[in-house]
């Protein structure tokens, strides 16, 4: 999570907290993550973290 870092398995996370969810412009999201409506604090990550495939209903 360095600024400028490299995406991986999913886009860098420096500095996404209060920003919406898919609005790193070098990575390609999911359809269900762009229209999540997901601002990034906390508790959003913490749960998207701990179980990504299943954190939003359209993604399953």
């Known amino acids: 999570?360095?600024?400028g870092g490299a995406n991986m398995t999913g886009p860098n996370l420096h500095g996404?907290?209060?920003k919406?969810?898919?609005s790193n412009a070098d990575y390609k999201y999911s359809d269900?993550?762009?229209a999540s409506g997901i601002v990034w604090d906390?508790?959003?990550?913490d749960a998207w973290?701990?179980?990504?495939k299943n954190y939003l209903?359209?993604?399953r």
């Not at 973290?49 to 990504?52: E, F, V």
């Open 42 to 45: 906390a508790s959003h990550l």
């Open 49 to 52: 973290l701990a179980d990504p």
């Open 32 to 34: 269900a993550i762009k």
């Open 16 to 18: 996404v907290f209060g």
């Open 1 to 3: 999570m360095t600024p």
């Open 57 to 59: 209903p359209a993604q």
């Open 20 to 22: 919406p969810a898919a």
